[in-house]
């Protein structure tokens, strides 16, 4: 079964940091690109990140260059994001999601995870 | 305020169509043929119904059907079915700088 596994999300300080994980299973994660995608509550979803399966290119969101980093090991089939000068806004719920192939230039969003919840607040 | 504008609620009666719609601008929906659907049901995860504009996923119902003209983009469910009811957001490319960019996202209500 294909399954995308998100964890790390907690409470977090305004300014904070914050790395969020997830655990791939069930495919073969290093031929399919990643991304990481967020909701806040009762709002819509909005984009965040994404990587190409090999690693060499990396794709942000506007509101998130420069604060966030995105990276993945593809002999433990885990995707990460680090996210540094947490703000307000970023309070969501992150999905990991696998893209329906490699490169991630042009997102297609095939496979999402349940999630992991990101509160910032002081 | 989202990129793309879609109707915030539609509605339709079992066995009827109903489309819903998403309009941007030459700088996503209508520069480019990557427009994707997703249905959520909430607290579940997303799923992929449509991509590349009028693609359907490997197994997904031929109910689902996707289009696009000029900026905007539609949605058709047909035959609609009581478990439709859910949240459909729309989804394009938007440039290399952008990536991508969602709507706000309809919410189906089936009478």
Same mark, same amino acid.
């Given at each position: 079964?294909?399954?995308?596994?998100?964890?790390?999300?907690e409470?977090?300080q305004?300014?904070g940091?914050?790395?969020?994980s997830?655990a *791939?299973s069930?495919?073969?994660f290093?031929t399919? *690109?990643m991304h990481w995608?967020r909701?806040?509550v %009762?709002? %819509?979803l909005?984009?965040v990140?994404? =990587?190409?399966s090999?690693?060499?290119?990396t794709y942000y969101?506007?509101?998130?260059? %420069?604060?966030? *980093? =995105?990276?993945r090991?593809?002999?433990?089939?885990?995707l990460?994001l680090?996210? %540094?000068?947490l703000?307000g806004?970023?309070? *969501?719920?992150?999905?990991?999601?696998r893209?329906?192939?490699s490169s991630?230039?042009?997102?297609?969003?095939e =496979?999402?995870?349940?999630?992991t919840?990101?509160?910032v607040?002081? | 305020?989202?990129?793309l504008?879609?109707?915030?609620?539609?509605?339709?009666f079992?066995g009827?169509?109903?489309t819903i719609?998403c309009?941007?601008?030459t700088?996503?929906?209508?520069?480019y043929?990557?427009?994707?659907?997703?249905?959520?049901y909430?607290g579940?995860?997303p799923?992929?119904?449509i991509y590349?504009v009028n693609k359907?996923?490997s197994?997904?119902?031929s109910?689902?059907?996707?289009?696009?003209s000029g900026?905007?983009?539609?949605?058709?469910i047909?035959?609609?079915?009581?478990?439709?009811?859910a949240?459909?957001?729309?989804?394009?490319?938007?440039?290399s700088?952008?990536?991508?960019?969602?709507?706000?996202?309809s919410?189906l209500?089936?009478l």
């Amino acid at each position: 079964e294909v399954q995308l596994v998100e964890s790390g999300g907690e409470l977090v300080q305004p300014g904070g940091y914050l790395r969020l994980s997830c655990a *791939a299973s069930g495919f073969t994660f290093r031929t399919y *690109a990643m991304h990481w995608v967020r909701q806040v509550v %009762g709002k %819509g979803l909005e984009y965040v990140s994404g =990587i190409s399966s090999s690693g060499s290119r990396t794709y942000y969101a506007d509101s998130v260059k %420069g604060r966030f *980093a =995105i990276s993945r090991d593809n002999s433990l089939n885990m995707l990460y994001l680090q996210m %540094g000068g947490l703000r307000g806004d970023d309070t *969501a719920v992150y999905f990991c999601v696998r893209d329906r192939d490699s490169s991630g230039s042009y997102p297609s969003f095939e =496979i999402w995870g349940h999630g992991t919840v990101v509160t910032v607040s002081s | 305020q989202s990129a793309l504008t879609q109707p915030a609620s539609v509605s339709g009666f079992p066995g009827q169509s109903i489309t819903i719609s998403c309009t941007g601008s030459t700088s996503d929906v209508g520069g480019y043929n990557y427009v994707s659907w997703y249905q959520h049901y909430p607290g579940k995860a997303p799923k992929l119904i449509i991509y590349d504009v009028n693609k359907r996923p490997s197994g997904l119902s031929s109910r689902f059907s996707g289009s696009k003209s000029g900026n905007t983009a539609s949605l058709t469910i047909s035959g609609l079915q009581a478990e439709d009811e859910a949240d459909y957001y729309c989804c394009s490319y938007a440039g290399s700088d952008t990536v991508v960019v969602f709507g706000g996202g309809s919410r189906l209500t089936v009478l």
